[in-house]
């Protein structure tokens, strides 16, 4: 079991000037995972053009300033979750107040389909999130099947994210067989606030499944959200846990509140871009290596309020107009900010520096994923045969 969360530190961060004494004290773009709180909020106060600046800095150094990956994110089991998360419109003890009724797990070839129009649409990773406590939680044909929505959706070349509630060591060798690039399980906010997210579950629960998915050898997917009430300090506190898990995340998504109207958290106030790029900043500089995701929320903001985040080292984003249950930026008006600052799209499968050897493409893991993969390849080269016949006639 990994080490339980630090609990220890400060009420409120150091302040400005405390920052701006101390930030020259550590190496910019070091990769290290013995970082302080005090550090971290050294990073966190710095102002802000300084920070965007450093951020920037140490974001060229391990990465394209221009490529930025886009995912899509499906739900493939939407409302009725035991848990409590207050901030989440799919938990069952507030369903009626949402208005959201329980959905049954879709089935295999709807999903299929949808990842296809994914990838269609320019998508290199496929999300798939499930309203579960965890897969322990439902029968063994329903999380058979979601083990064949892994491998047949890995086998189209995509890579494969999921988000399913709390894991055993099983369930996370299970996924890797099927050939799951990442896994995404976001731990909110700092230690100190979670109590105040919800009651149906503990911070070190997560840092738990957090272990299994990096001894099952898959890639690492958590974040947080800001806008849960929460202070700088623990803004500070979660990048901090971020920051000194064991290995750094291979992805970190940062969330900005979309308060859902029914829920206890339905008349929070929402952050503002720059707090969002003051969070990405600081992921960036204490997590160089790691993608840093824009992720729910971004509909509130800017153009330019999204290419200070690019800047200050942002290089993935939710692509298409939902998330799970919220609305999202238009594909089309993606395309036109890709553009309009000289973006490009990051290919599937290139190598993530802070990605496990589940992110790397090198191999399909399981004989779905292989089958599944295999029969695409045998289309692909028929498609070519065609293609070149069709040119031999017409030559002819």
Not at 50 to 64: E, G, P, Q, T
Not at 245 to 265: R, Y
Not at 329 to 351: T, Y
Request: proline share 5%; aromatic share 6%.
């Amino acid at each position: 079991m990994q080490a339980q969360a630090q609990l220890d530190v400060q009420d409120a961060p150091i302040s400005t000037a405390e920052a701006q004494g101390s930030l020259g004290a550590f190496e910019l773009g070091a990769i290290r995972n013995d970082w302080s709180r005090e550090e971290v909020a050294a990073v966190y106060n710095t102002p802000l053009l300084d920070l965007v600046y450093k951020a920037a800095s140490v974001h060229r150094m391990y990465n394209d300033p221009q490529m930025v990956q886009r995912c899509t994110l499906l739900s493939i089991k939407t409302g009725g979750c035991p848990e409590t998360c207050n901030y989440c419109a799919q938990s069952s003890s507030w369903s009626k107040d949402v208005g959201l009724k329980a959905e049954k797990l879709m089935d295999l070839d709807s999903v299929y389909e949808a990842a296809l129009r994914a990838k269609e649409a320019g998508s290199t990773r496929f999300c798939m999130g499930a309203a579960w406590r965890g897969p322990t939680q439902v029968g063994k044909r329903q999380w058979e099947r979601v083990l064949d929505m892994v491998g047949k959706i890995r086998g189209l070349n995509m890579e494969v994210c999921t988000t399913l509630g709390m894991l055993t060591p099983e369930q996370a060798a299970q996924l890797r067989t099927a050939g799951l690039t990442a896994y995404n399980h976001n731990l909110d906010t700092s230690p100190e606030y979670y109590p105040k997210v919800t009651s149906s579950r503990k911070y070190q629960d997560r840092l738990d499944t957090l272990q299994s998915v990096r001894e099952a050898g898959i890639s690492v997917c958590a974040g947080g959200i800001i806008g849960l009430g929460e202070g700088p300090k623990d803004r500070v506190g979660l990048i901090h846990q971020l920051a000194t898990l064991p290995e750094h995340p291979e992805s970190v998504p940062i969330n900005a509140l979309v308060a859902v109207a029914g829920t206890p958290m339905q008349d929070n106030k929402p952050p503002s871009a720059v707090d969002i790029v003051r969070c990405v900043a600081t992921a960036r500089v204490t997590m160089p290596r790691s993608v840093v995701r824009l992720s729910a929320g971004r509909l509130n903001f800017s153009l330019t309020d999204q290419a200070l985040c690019f800047m200050a080292g942002a290089n993935s984003i939710f692509d298409g107009d939902k998330l799970l249950t919220t609305k999202n930026n238009e594909r089309n008006a993606d395309l036109e900010m890709f553009e309009e600052l000289g973006l490009k799209s990051r290919p599937a499968f290139v190598p993530y520096p802070a990605g496990a050897s589940s992110s790397d493409g090198s191999a399909v893991h399981g004989a779905a994923a292989a089958q599944h993969l295999a029969g695409a390849n045998q289309l692909a080269t028929a498609a070519t045969v065609a293609a070149v016949r069709q040119q031999a006639v017409a030559s002819a």
